[in-house]
């Protein structure tokens, strides 16, 4: 679009539908000619044609600005549009509003330096502001330089500073800083990019009181200076604490200190009576030696006495004692010898006994061998008899031999057929062993594959155990359903190739991966109600279609789409049961999503456009195609596919129908082979016992034919051995005769040495006796004698021991004596005493307290010390072991505890003044947040209820309230809008991110028209605020700006926009746009007519 190189616009009459006429006082020259060319005059200041506002504009005026050479535009006092093309110069006037009036050049968004705004090709340019003020309009200049990048300043053409037009600039309350106020169209977007904490501040200075922004900023300067009171009364408690902390831990040491020394002069006081109590314990116990030595010195001569008439007893029953002795020993010889007489005798006799008893033993045995003989010989006969007998009834054996040749016979026949028969048992067990090792291998087979079943099962009970025991339930109770029901979707597929795995899982939900499928709705509420409702199982459960969907065909043949790189369906990647593939099918459409390859994923273009299909898989990715309900363009979705999880484990279900087949094959040529076996058995049996039979009839007639010749040997054996018997006799009557008169002369001898022994045994007796009665007498001597010498020993012994005890103790009384001695000269020297000298009044007295009230037990005087070595050496080991505790004491703990006394003490006055200074401010706080907060809240409550209202005429919703997350912290207080455009969705904050660029708009507006009637700038500026609104957003926008802004007391508006909406309103009348006949340099002049609430519409158009 051209660069105008002049534009004017100026209010004129209400003007009909028909070319304006020239007007050429309004005409201005599109250059300066030359440099003679006279400049024009300065425009005087325009009086009020309205209601204008304090500091409302009512001029501006631009030369070698941006695209104007010279422009001048009188703006009404309400609802100003700006309309034109784009690049017409809208937003020139835009920034002439800023810059004459302080602004800085970012504020605008185009350019950091203001020259750059000075026309191209011009070294200067100018920019003049007319405010009205009651008490007389004020006209700001800014004259720019382009080579210094300068601008020069005046007031009513009076040269002044920036910081001084600043000042008169707000003293109006026009900010062209404040979004709120002003808003070019670069900074549009940014609107909704600030944060509730600049929103807030931006409408505090834009509408609310003047003090209401410096009540803000005092409580957050008032708010960091509590918080440094705060931290510095934390830092000084916390000091504070470790002073006291440390001081209480000298507190503990100079106790120490003290507690030290209370024990050294006890310790010391201990040490000097400890000799006095060493010589009074010796001294009495000296005393005690020397009563005990005289008591034992009398013990002595009593016993020296007593000792002498035992003596003499002792010899007396000596001699009697050897008397006895020597009778004993008489009588023990002739004891002696009658003894071994005795025993000779008995000798003797024990031998006759044993004679007698071998001549009865050697007649029992013959007696014995004759009764067997006898006994031997009548068994012998009546056995000859026997089989004499036995051998007259045996038959002839001569007719036995061809029986025993046909039995041969049949038992070689019988064998033949028994070899015959185990050959075909071998055989068949070696063809059972094969068909044994082949159903073996046929169920490891299987075993494999359930093993892989087994795979999916654990997956499916490590992920979803709920499912898992569903599943259980299920396979425990199938009775109870009428029709098939099928296990989870995962367990039931079974993929052709587990490479295709990730297609199958990324196109089905894991919700329906791990669902039941039921061919009837009955069996699916019987199978939830015991599972969901009863077993509380968390399970999914689906129905298949009523009509198999399953061998549905594609609606596009799998040929037309192999040139696009697609190599399958997704239904064909994979077996199932009928109801799962019925539903995958209906529910998923798998017969018609296909799936390609990379040669895929680099046609896609052509595939979105030429094939029409919705869905479809690449390599790696996943494609859904939409077509968009307004424009009728493909929209594509493309997600990378996740890895496969579930149906990687693949079991070739065919295979394994197959070996069931083959493995029942096998079960039935076992069945058969067994039965075989069974029979050959039986038939093995029946010829096992035909052979038995035969051969136990042969073995019968082989016994008949040799029993006659062995019954003849066995008759001539026995005959023989009865002669022998009959020939071996024995006399028993003559035996017995000689054995009896044996036994007779041996008894005589007998009685004989009896009769001798007895009267040796009687003479031994009275020995015996004699010699006992001897030796009760010696005993007794001996008795009475040891009992003398054992007194005599005693008394001895005691004796002894009583010399022995006066003579150590008489030792311990010279000793003791010694002793004594020396302990009284120590305990002198310890006190320091002379000979004649008692204990000093300084060891009677009381131990001195420690000063500073540091005693820790009562005072203690010389004589209440321990009156015991052990008492005294105890306390005086417990002392020296408490004082040798009191390591590492300084002497100058005291005087630094006493120092840091003083400064705790210090410390806790500056921590009051501190918390009295805080106290102050808190209060101070106290009284702004009142007067700033409740305003406050007022103020946004109103923009609130306006806010609302605009967005309830627009059949939507909106919301603004002061936010923050902590009442304390006034720097985080923000106003917080909030929108909804649809009544499906909740109310969210307004971002930059969340709501589309037209939504953003629309509630900018409405935020700014909600401000505009509460609103105490003079003026407020929207450039192209419209742009990507929807048209009948935009048309509500427009109205209700034309409402908001025709009202009667509200600032002055300026609305740039490129185009206007008509018949907005019945009640308002909008402005017809003419162009101008003639050309104006590049560009046309258009006039509008002013319509009933309408300040002005300008409008700006290129030629």
């Given at each position: 679009?051209?660069?105008?190189?002049?534009?004017?616009?100026?209010?004129?009459?209400?003007?009909?539908?028909?070319?304006?006429?020239?007007?050429?006082?309004?005409?201005?020259?599109?250059?300066?000619?030359?440099?003679?060319?006279?400049?024009?005059?300065?425009?005087?200041?325009?009086?009020?044609?309205?209601?204008?506002?304090?500091?409302?504009?009512?001029?501006?005026?631009?030369?070698?600005?941006?695209?104007?050479?010279?422009?001048?535009?009188?703006?009404?006092?309400?609802?100003?549009?700006?309309?034109?093309?784009?690049?017409?110069?809208?937003?020139?006037?835009?920034?002439?509003?800023?810059?004459?009036?302080?602004?800085?050049?970012?504020?605008?968004?185009?350019?950091d330096k203001v020259g750059f705004f000075v026309k191209r090709g011009c070294s200067k340019g100018m920019v003049e502001i007319e405010l009205f003020k009651i008490s007389g309009n004020l006209v700001i200049t800014r004259e720019i330089d382009v080579a210094k990048n300068q601008s020069f300043w005046f007031i009513n053409k009076k040269s002044t500073t920036q910081k001084i037009v600043e000042e008169q600039v707000a003293a109006l309350n026009i900010q062209v800083g404040n979004l709120c106020q002003f808003l070019p169209q670069d900074k549009v977007g940014e609107f909704a990019k600030l944060s509730k904490i600049e929103l807030l501040e931006a409408t505090e200075k834009s509408i609310g009181p003047p003090e209401m922004h410096r009540y803000h900023c005092e409580l957050k300067n008032f708010r960091e200076k509590e918080k440094q009171l705060e931290t510095s009364c934390k830092e000084k408690t916390e000091y504070l604490e470790k002073m006291i902390q440390r001081n209480e831990r000298y507190k503990?040491?100079?106790?120490?200190?003290?507690?030290?020394?209370?024990?050294?002069?006890?310790?010391?006081?201990?040490?000097?009576?400890?000799?006095?109590?060493?010589?009074?314990?010796?001294?009495?116990?000296?005393?005690?030696?020397?009563?005990?030595?005289?008591?034992?010195?009398?013990?002595?001569?009593?016993?020296?006495?007593?000792?002498?008439?035992?003596?003499?007893?002792?010899?007396?029953?000596?001699?009697?004692?050897?008397?006895?002795?020597?009778?004993?020993?008489?009588?023990?010889?002739?004891?002696?010898?009658?003894?071994?007489?005795?025993?000779?005798?008995?000798?003797?006799?024990?031998?006759?006994?044993?004679?007698?008893?071998?001549?009865?033993?050697?007649?029992?045995?013959?007696?014995?061998?004759?009764?067997?003989?006898?006994?031997?010989?009548?068994?012998?006969?009546?056995?000859?008899?026997?089989?004499?007998?036995?051998?007259?009834?045996?038959?002839?054996?001569?007719?036995?031999?061809?029986?025993?040749?046909?039995?041969?016979?049949?038992?070689?026949?019988?064998?033949?057929?028994?070899a015959l028969c185990e050959g075909e048992i071998i055989d068949m067990r070696r063809e059972k062993e094969t068909l044994e090792k082949e159903k073996k291998n046929v169920e490891e087979h299987i075993v494999r594959f359930d093993n892989l079943m087994n795979q999916k099962e654990d997956k499916l009970r490590q992920r979803y155990r709920d499912t898992y025991d569903a599943v259980l339930w299920l396979r425990n109770n199938r009775d109870k359903f009428k029709q098939r029901v099928c296990e989870p979707i995962m367990l039931t597929i079974n993929m052709k190739d587990n490479k295709n795995a990730k297609y199958v899982e990324n196109h089905i939900s894991s919700n329906d991966l791990r669902a039941f499928v039921f061919e009837s709705q009955e069996d699916m509420e019987v199978f939830l109600k015991e599972v969901r409702d009863n077993k509380k199982l968390r399970v999914n459960a689906v129905m298949a279609p009523e009509h198999s969907c399953a061998d549905k065909a594609p609606s596009v043949s799998l040929n037309e789409l192999k040139q696009y790189g697609f190599f399958s369906y997704l239904r064909e990647l994979f077996d199932a049961p009928n109801p799962v593939m019925s539903y995958l099918c209906y529910q998923y459409h798998i017969h018609e999503v296909p799936v390609g390859t990379e040669r895929t994923r680099e046609r896609i273009e052509r595939v979105i456009q030429e094939t029409q299909l919705k869905q479809f898989y690449t390599a790696e990715e996943k494609y859904v195609v939409k077509t968009s309900f307004y424009s009728n363009k493909h929209i594509t979705v493309n997600t990378s596919l996740k890895v496969a999880q579930f149906l990687t484990v693949t079991v070739d279900l065919e295979q394994r129908r197959h070996l069931e087949e083959q493995l029942k094959e096998i079960n039935r040529k076992l069945q058969a082979v067994e039965s075989g076996l069974i029979a050959l058995r039986e038939k093995n049996k029946h010829l096992e016992h035909r052979d038995n039979e035969l051969r136990q009839k042969?073995?019968?007639?082989?016994?008949?034919?040799?029993?006659?010749?062995?019954?003849?040997?066995?008759?001539?054996?026995?005959?023989?051995?009865?002669?022998?018997?009959?020939?071996?006799?024995?006399?028993?009557?003559?035996?017995?005769?000689?054995?009896?008169?044996?036994?007779?002369?041996?008894?005589?001898?007998?009685?004989?040495?009896?009769?001798?022994?007895?009267?040796?045994?009687?003479?031994?007796?009275?020995?015996?006796?004699?010699?006992?009665?001897?030796?009760?007498?010696?005993?007794?001597?001996?008795?009475?004698?040891?009992?003398?010498?054992?007194?005599?020993?005693?008394?001895?012994?005691?004796?002894?021991?009583?010399?022995?005890?006066?003579?150590?103790?008489?030792?311990?009384?010279?000793?003791?004596l010694q002793k004594c001695k020396e302990l009284m000269k120590r305990a002198r020297q310890v006190c320091n005493l002379g000979a004649e000298q008692t204990v000093p009044q300084e060891y009677q007295t009381q131990v001195p307290t420690i000063p500073n009230g540091h005693n820790s037990s009562p005072p203690m005087a010389f004589q209440d010390l321990p009156n015991t070595l052990d008492e005294i050496d105890a306390l005086l080991t417990e002392e020296r072991s408490r004082a040798s505790c009191f390591t590492g004491l300084n002497p100058t703990v005291v005087e630094e505890y006493t120092k840091r006394e003083e400064e705790?003490?210090?410390?806790?006055?500056?921590?009051?003044?501190?918390?009295?200074?805080?106290?102050?401010?808190?209060?101070?706080?106290?009284?702004v947040k009142e007067r700033w907060l409740n305003p406050l809240k007022e103020l946004v409550e109103k923009i609130n209820e306006k806010f609302s209202n605009f967005f309830s005429s627009m059949q939507c919703a909106g919301e603004v309230d002061l936010h923050t997350e902590n009442e304390e912290d006034y720097d985080k207080y923000g106003i917080r809008i909030r929108v909804k455009f649809r009544s499906s969705t909740q109310l969210h904050e307004l971002t930059p991110h969340h709501q589309s660029g037209g939504e953003r708009s629309v509630s900018t507006m409405l935020y700014l028209m909600a401000l505009q009637e509460l609103n105490r700038c003079p003026f407020r500026v929207v450039d192209e605020i419209n742009q990507g609104m929807d048209p009948i957003n935009e048309r509500r926008v427009f109205e209700m700006v034309v409402n908001t802004a025709c009202k009667e007391n509200t600032s002055q508006y300026f609305f740039i926009t490129p185009k206007i909406l008509y018949g907005i309103a019945s009640s308002v009348n909008y402005p017809t746009v003419y162009q101008t006949p003639w050309p104006i340099s590049q560009t046309s002049l258009l006039h509008t007519f002013q319509p009933t609430g309408l300040s002005q519409c300008l409008t700006i158009e290129a030629a």
């Amino acid at each position: 679009m051209a660069t105008p190189s002049r534009k004017t616009a100026t209010p004129g009459p209400l003007a009909s539908k028909r070319p304006l006429p020239r007007d050429p006082s309004s005409e201005v020259p599109s250059k300066r000619r030359s440099s003679a060319s006279p400049a024009p005059p300065p425009p005087r200041p325009l009086q009020s044609s309205g209601p204008f506002v304090e500091g409302s504009i009512v001029r501006i005026a631009m030369e070698n600005f941006l695209t104007y050479d010279i422009c001048e535009v009188s703006p009404g006092p309400h609802l100003n549009m700006i309309i034109g093309a784009n690049g017409t110069g809208k937003s020139s006037i835009v920034c002439a509003i800023c810059l004459g009036l302080a602004g800085k050049p970012a504020f605008m968004g185009r350019a950091d330096k203001v020259g750059f705004f000075v026309k191209r090709g011009c070294s200067k340019g100018m920019v003049e502001i007319e405010l009205f003020k009651i008490s007389g309009n004020l006209v700001i200049t800014r004259e720019i330089d382009v080579a210094k990048n300068q601008s020069f300043w005046f007031i009513n053409k009076k040269s002044t500073t920036q910081k001084i037009v600043e000042e008169q600039v707000a003293a109006l309350n026009i900010q062209v800083g404040n979004l709120c106020q002003f808003l070019p169209q670069d900074k549009v977007g940014e609107f909704a990019k600030l944060s509730k904490i600049e929103l807030l501040e931006a409408t505090e200075k834009s509408i609310g009181p003047p003090e209401m922004h410096r009540y803000h900023c005092e409580l957050k300067n008032f708010r960091e200076k509590e918080k440094q009171l705060e931290t510095s009364c934390k830092e000084k408690t916390e000091y504070l604490e470790k002073m006291i902390q440390r001081n209480e831990r000298y507190k503990q040491d100079v106790e120490r200190f003290y507690e030290r020394k209370r024990h050294l002069d006890l310790i010391e006081m201990l040490e000097a009576k400890r000799p006095w109590v060493e010589y009074e314990n010796v001294r009495q116990e000296y005393e005690e030696v020397k009563l005990a030595r005289d008591r034992v010195k009398e013990e002595v001569r009593k016993l020296k006495e007593g000792q002498i008439p035992m003596t003499h007893r002792i010899e007396e029953i000596e001699k009697q004692r050897h008397n006895l002795e020597a009778r004993i020993k008489e009588k023990a010889t002739d004891i002696k010898e009658t003894s071994q007489k005795c025993k000779q005798k008995q000798d003797v006799v024990e031998r006759k006994d044993k004679h007698i008893e071998e001549l009865q033993q050697a007649l029992a045995v013959k007696q014995n061998e004759e009764h067997d003989r006898q006994r031997r010989i009548s068994n012998t006969r009546k056995m000859i008899e026997d089989l004499q007998n036995e051998l007259k009834n045996t038959e002839n054996c001569e007719n036995l031999q061809p029986q025993i040749d046909a039995i041969t016979s049949d038992l070689r026949q019988i064998q033949d057929e028994k070899a015959l028969c185990e050959g075909e048992i071998i055989d068949m067990r070696r063809e059972k062993e094969t068909l044994e090792k082949e159903k073996k291998n046929v169920e490891e087979h299987i075993v494999r594959f359930d093993n892989l079943m087994n795979q999916k099962e654990d997956k499916l009970r490590q992920r979803y155990r709920d499912t898992y025991d569903a599943v259980l339930w299920l396979r425990n109770n199938r009775d109870k359903f009428k029709q098939r029901v099928c296990e989870p979707i995962m367990l039931t597929i079974n993929m052709k190739d587990n490479k295709n795995a990730k297609y199958v899982e990324n196109h089905i939900s894991s919700n329906d991966l791990r669902a039941f499928v039921f061919e009837s709705q009955e069996d699916m509420e019987v199978f939830l109600k015991e599972v969901r409702d009863n077993k509380k199982l968390r399970v999914n459960a689906v129905m298949a279609p009523e009509h198999s969907c399953a061998d549905k065909a594609p609606s596009v043949s799998l040929n037309e789409l192999k040139q696009y790189g697609f190599f399958s369906y997704l239904r064909e990647l994979f077996d199932a049961p009928n109801p799962v593939m019925s539903y995958l099918c209906y529910q998923y459409h798998i017969h018609e999503v296909p799936v390609g390859t990379e040669r895929t994923r680099e046609r896609i273009e052509r595939v979105i456009q030429e094939t029409q299909l919705k869905q479809f898989y690449t390599a790696e990715e996943k494609y859904v195609v939409k077509t968009s309900f307004y424009s009728n363009k493909h929209i594509t979705v493309n997600t990378s596919l996740k890895v496969a999880q579930f149906l990687t484990v693949t079991v070739d279900l065919e295979q394994r129908r197959h070996l069931e087949e083959q493995l029942k094959e096998i079960n039935r040529k076992l069945q058969a082979v067994e039965s075989g076996l069974i029979a050959l058995r039986e038939k093995n049996k029946h010829l096992e016992h035909r052979d038995n039979e035969l051969r136990q009839k042969k073995k019968e007639l082989l016994e008949r034919k040799t029993k006659k010749r062995q019954l003849e040997q066995k008759i001539s054996s026995k005959l023989g051995s009865l002669k022998l018997m009959e020939q071996d006799t024995c006399n028993l009557e003559e035996e017995e005769r000689k054995a009896s008169t044996k036994i007779k002369e041996i008894n005589v001898q007998k009685a004989k040495l009896v009769t001798e022994l007895t009267n040796l045994i009687k003479i031994c007796t009275s020995l015996h006796i004699q010699k006992v009665n001897l030796i009760l007498q010696n005993t007794t001597v001996i008795s009475e004698k040891n009992k003398l010498e054992s007194d005599y020993m005693a008394a001895s012994s005691q004796l002894r021991l009583t010399e022995q005890h006066f003579i150590e103790l008489d030792e311990n009384r010279q000793r003791l004596l010694q002793k004594c001695k020396e302990l009284m000269k120590r305990a002198r020297q310890v006190c320091n005493l002379g000979a004649e000298q008692t204990v000093p009044q300084e060891y009677q007295t009381q131990v001195p307290t420690i000063p500073n009230g540091h005693n820790s037990s009562p005072p203690m005087a010389f004589q209440d010390l321990p009156n015991t070595l052990d008492e005294i050496d105890a306390l005086l080991t417990e002392e020296r072991s408490r004082a040798s505790c009191f390591t590492g004491l300084n002497p100058t703990v005291v005087e630094e505890y006493t120092k840091r006394e003083e400064e705790i003490e210090q410390l806790t006055e500056e921590l009051k003044i501190k918390k009295v200074e805080l106290d102050k401010y808190r209060e101070s706080i106290s009284q702004v947040k009142e007067r700033w907060l409740n305003p406050l809240k007022e103020l946004v409550e109103k923009i609130n209820e306006k806010f609302s209202n605009f967005f309830s005429s627009m059949q939507c919703a909106g919301e603004v309230d002061l936010h923050t997350e902590n009442e304390e912290d006034y720097d985080k207080y923000g106003i917080r809008i909030r929108v909804k455009f649809r009544s499906s969705t909740q109310l969210h904050e307004l971002t930059p991110h969340h709501q589309s660029g037209g939504e953003r708009s629309v509630s900018t507006m409405l935020y700014l028209m909600a401000l505009q009637e509460l609103n105490r700038c003079p003026f407020r500026v929207v450039d192209e605020i419209n742009q990507g609104m929807d048209p009948i957003n935009e048309r509500r926008v427009f109205e209700m700006v034309v409402n908001t802004a025709c009202k009667e007391n509200t600032s002055q508006y300026f609305f740039i926009t490129p185009k206007i909406l008509y018949g907005i309103a019945s009640s308002v009348n909008y402005p017809t746009v003419y162009q101008t006949p003639w050309p104006i340099s590049q560009t046309s002049l258009l006039h509008t007519f002013q319509p009933t609430g309408l300040s002005q519409c300008l409008t700006i158009e290129a030629a």
